[in-house]
C-alpha cells in the first residue's frame, strides 16, 4: 500500500471517529522519518486512546501493524508509526504546545476534502 493511501486511509477513520483539526503533511523531501504525517486531535485521554484503537484495528484488519507506537498509556500524544506515515494523536493542549504544524510549516499540506465530512 502506498503511504499516501496508508495516510488518508487513517485520516478517513480518525475523521469517523470524531477526531478533530484533522492534517496530513506531506514531510518527504524535508526528514527521512517519514514521508507523511497524519495530525489529529482528541478532547480526552479516552478518546486519543479511541482513535488510536480505531486506527490500529483498521490497519489489523487489512494486514497492516505499526513499527511501534509511543505514548499510549498516558494518552496525550499517541504516536503511530506505519513506516513511511506517523500518526499523531494528540490532546488539544499538547498539540497547542508542541505545535508540530509549525515545525513541519515547510511541508506539503495534503487536501482532505474528499475524506472529511463536514460536521
Known amino acids: ?12 477513520w480518525l475523521d469517523a471517529k470524531k477526531a478533530q483539526d484533522l492534517q496530513v503533511i506531506r514531510v518527504r523531501e524535508l526528514t527521512v522519518i517519514a514521508d507523511y504525517f497524519v495530525l489529529a486531535s482528541g478532547t480526552s485521554n479516552t478518546q486519543v486512546k479511541a482513535l488510536a484503537d480505531e ?18 498509556r ?27 504544524e509549525r515545525v513541519w510549516a515547510d ?8 475524506i472529511i465530512k463536514p460536521n
Request: charged letters at 25%; a negative charge; zero cysteines.
Open 1 to 12: 500500500m502506498e503511504a499516501l493511501e496508508i495516510a488518508k486511509l487513517a485520516a478517513g
Open 55 to 72: 486506527v490500529e484495528y483498521q490497519f489489523s484488519q487489512r494486514g497492516i501493524e505499526p513499527a511501534r507506537t509511543e505514548g499510549y
Open 74 to 100: 498516558t494518552a496525550s500524544w499517541i504516536a503511530m508509526d506505519y513506516g513511511s506515515v506517523i500518526i499523531h494523536i494528540f490532546q488539544k493542549g499538547t498539540r497547542d504546545f508542541y505545535q508540530l
Open 107 to 114: 511541508g506539503e499540506q495534503v487536501d482532505l476534502s474528499e
